[in-house]
């Protein structure tokens, strides 16, 4: 079945530093790739989305590119802040009309000042 | 902006109970759908629904059931809770049927308890 897998966490680092999460599917066909953000005590919110190969999504700094050939959808941004403490979750949703998303594990990113 | 309300934030229940969580979207969405999130497992979906009166299973539907009545409420039904359901629930809803890869909209969660 189809399946997401990102790097397990936690991943904590210090304010400016450049972050990667590391995002790598499983499914058939052409899905659509999302990341989604949970802040502390708050449900989950839509991050970025691609929805075709090579297609880049971003919103506020962060950038992912979705990689056909290597099945995957890396989550970057050049300079975290301490505001982007948070747990951050790969999807995606199946090609073929299932609104159902398939989440990974998440990953607790911690940025100190 | 959409809003997906939990009727609660926190919850604590006995086992045996007989266990409501209550949803609420305010953007006509069609789809609903509910998730359990327990740390190491992720977000796991338990029951989703189409339309009104529709649903279908999730990954790990057994021990609850759901009730969708009117198209903006979604209701989890804990059937007998037990102790192994203690975790946290979030509802979501997105808008599947007009434009394709809309997002899941979450509401910020019910912390269920179960003693």
């Known amino acids: 079945g189809d399946s997401v897998t990102q790097m397990e966490g936690p991943v904590t680092l210090s304010e400016e530093a450049f972050l990667t999460i590391n995002c790598t599917y499983t499914?058939?066909?052409?899905?659509?790739l999302f990341w989604y953000v949970q802040y502390p005590g708050e449900g989950l919110q839509l991050l970025l989305k691609?929805?075709?190969?090579?297609d880049k999504g971003s919103n506020k700094g962060f950038e992912a590119t979705y990689r056909k050939e290597t099945t995957s959808f890396h989550l970057e941004k050049g300079s975290v802040q301490v505001s982007d403490s948070a747990v951050y979750f790969c999807a995606l949703k199946t090609q073929g009309g299932s609104e159902k998303l398939v989440f990974g594990k998440g990953t607790k990113l911690t940025v100190n000042p | 902006d959409v809003k997906v309300t939990q009727s609660s934030r926190y919850l604590v229940k006995r086992t045996g109970e007989k266990v409501f969580l209550e949803c609420v979207q305010d953007?006509?969405?069609?789809?609903m759908f509910w998730y359990r999130q327990d740390p190491g497992l992720g977000l796991r979906l338990i029951y989703f629904s189409y339309d009104v009166k529709m649903k279908e299973k999730g990954d790990i539907p057994e021990g609850y059931s759901v009730s969708r009545e009117k198209k903006e409420r979604f209701s989890l039904i804990l059937e007998s809770a037990s102790t192994n359901q203690t975790s946290m629930y979030l509802c979501?809803?997105?808008?599947?049927?007009?434009?394709?890869?809309?997002?899941?909209?979450f509401g910020d969660g019910t912390r269920l308890s179960i003693l």
């Open positions: 499914a058939t066909g052409y899905p659509s």
């Open positions: 979501a809803s997105s808008n599947g049927q007009v434009v394709l890869n809309q997002p899941q909209h």
């Open positions: 691609a929805t075709k190969a090579d």
């Open positions: 953007m006509d969405h069609e789809n």
